[in-house]
């Protein structure tokens, strides 16, 4: 319970008047209030009715002396402080005072600083014991919500259908889920911990990446990816992992909340399966279709109307998108089903891109645009990649650029090294790209359609097959883009472990091109 000056009581007990009427006067000034009593039974009564904080009492008095009060004012409640007066000020009566409980005493006759001294001690003394009490309280109330919280947690995480795991720095397990343990087929191991994270999973891909996030020697702490891997039983997980860290930015450990991604993986796996199947069945019978139509306008010799001619174009181009489609999906079901980018070769990037841009040059020549390759003047070093992959990148990327940019636009190619990484940009001074379309460019079949684009032929897997190449061979890909203005797509490819081949030794099959 909180006290102020405005509520502590004092109570000033002795017989002669003077001297109560005047230590009335000086503590009311100092903003106490004040109960008087000329005797010592009298003080009691009054101290059965009141709370009272502090007690002046006099020792000698008629009655009950004043030591005789001091004993009953401390049986009944202890906490009371006693300052005695007495006119006997000899260091045997402080004493025997001090030794009965007395808080201290003051001599008759007192000047009032002298009493006010002493009154202000004991009130500093009665609001630190006060402070101190609602601290303890509060410690107490702090550790009931701590023991609270921490079984709210613990059941929140043992509730949670996902695996939850945490380690420490070296990678030693300090908490797991139930779901953890049977996602893994280990619910025999109890919810047993301190054991290291490759007891529990036996994938090193996974192992080597807790180790790497729980020390924060990732390169990309913010940005860090999901982690699939399999288990013996043919079940597919993906682990997503993030760092924990301390109140000093320290490493503690990691947190893994593991998925079972099984069905996804089973029907994306039957999805691949059936759009490869159609695809193949339809893309013979389109490319006779085709054949057939491009034959008989062949033949046409000017016989037929322009109607028909016109007619027979357009079922001539149809198809011709069709079978293009066709071929898209085929190839993005082998890069889903991860049948590319197995055979890794040197590439020289530089000689790819000039072979890319001079077979494209002919379509852009044909709208009046005008193709720019810029390389640096030292010839690229190698890159260990899939030439295919990277052929079909590019590819994409650069007549992506050429289709919407106006007549008479530019594109401009640049390659250069930047750190450990090969950077290719490709730019344009086109129609650009809504900023609000941008995180959707890479996805399946989505196109931009405008008053600009609405003639543009495509498929929409061109940017998700160069995405898909590109997550295969470690590269990554961003954009920049502004209606009107034009887009710049930056392709990073990783070859610093390459790259330091090759400058002497011949047998790496790397080097400089």
Do not use: W
Not at 142 to 169: C, F, H, M, Q, Y
Not at 452 to 470: A, E, H
Not at 492 to 498: A, M, N, R, V
Request: aromatic share 4%; glycine share 8%.
């Amino acid at each position: 319970m909180k006290k102020n000056q405005d509520t502590i009581h004092v109570l000033v007990v002795d017989d002669e008047e003077g001297i109560r009427a005047g230590a009335e006067r000086i503590l009311i000034r100092m903003g106490l209030k004040v109960i008087t009593a000329e005797r010592g039974d009298k003080a009691l009564d009054i101290l059965d009715r009141e709370e009272v904080s502090i007690v002046l009492l006099d020792l000698k008095m008629p009655g009950l002396d004043g030591m005789q009060v001091l004993m009953r004012i401390k049986e009944k409640n202890p906490d009371i402080l006693v300052i005695v007066i007495t006119g006997y000020a000899t260091v045997e009566t402080a004493i025997e005072a001090m030794k009965q409980g007395a808080y201290d005493f003051i001599a008759k006759p007192f000047e009032p600083e002298h009493l006010r001294i002493i009154v202000n001690r004991a009130l500093d003394k009665i609001r630190l014991t006060i402070e101190a009490k609602l601290l303890e309280l509060e410690r107490k109330r702090t550790l009931a919500d701590l023991g609270t919280e921490k079984s709210r947690i613990r059941t929140i995480i043992e509730s949670l259908p996902n695996g939850i795991v945490v380690t420490n720095s070296t990678g030693q397990v300090a908490l797991m889920n139930p779901a953890f343990l049977k996602l893994l087929g280990m619910e025999s191991c109890a919810n047993s911990t301190d054991e290291h994270i490759e007891h529990y999973v036996k994938d090193e891909g996974f192992c080597s990446l807790v180790m790497r996030i729980s020390q924060c020697s990732y390169d990309e702490a913010g940005n860090i990816p999901a982690y699939e891997f399999s288990t013996d039983e043919e079940k597919f997980l993906m682990a997503r992992i993030r760092p924990v860290v301390g109140d000093e930015n320290e490493c503690l450990g990691a947190v893994i909340s593991l998925e079972d991604i099984t069905a996804l993986k089973m029907l994306d796996r039957l999805k691949s399966e059936f759009v490869a199947k159609v695809s193949h069945e339809l893309r013979s019978p389109l490319s006779t279709i085709h054949e057939q139509l491009a034959s008989v306008l062949n033949d046409m010799a000017g016989g037929e109307s322009d109607d028909e001619r016109q007619l027979l174009s357009r079922a001539k181009e149809k198809t011709s998108g069709l079978i293009s489609l066709i071929g898209d999906l085929l190839d993005l079901s082998r890069i889903e089903a991860g049948m590319v980018c197995n055979e890794l070769k040197p590439v020289c990037v530089d000689t790819l891109l000039k072979n890319i841009v001079d077979f494209l040059g002919t379509r852009a020549k044909g709208k009046q645009q005008s193709i720019i390759l810029n390389l640096p003047e030292t010839a690229l070093p190698s890159a260990q990649s899939d030439p295919l992959a990277l052929e079909s990148i590019f590819g994409n990327l650069i007549a992506n650029a050429i289709n919407y940019t106006q007549e008479g636009g530019e594109i401009i190619v640049t390659a250069f090294i930047e750190g450990e990484n090969l950077v290719v940009e490709i730019k344009d001074n086109g129609f650009g790209i809504d900023p609000k379309y941008i995180d959707k460019i890479f996805d399946k079949f989505f196109r931009i359609k405008n008053e600009k684009t609405r003639f543009i032929t495509g498929t929409g897997l061109g940017l998700p097959i160069v995405k898909g190449l590109l997550d295969d061979i470690g590269g990554s890909i961003s954009v920049e883009s502004l209606p009107d203005i034009g887009s710049a797509f930056k392709v990073l490819l990783p070859f610093g472990e390459y790259r330091n081949r090759g400058s002497g030794v011949g047998d790496q099959g790397s080097g400089v091109c």
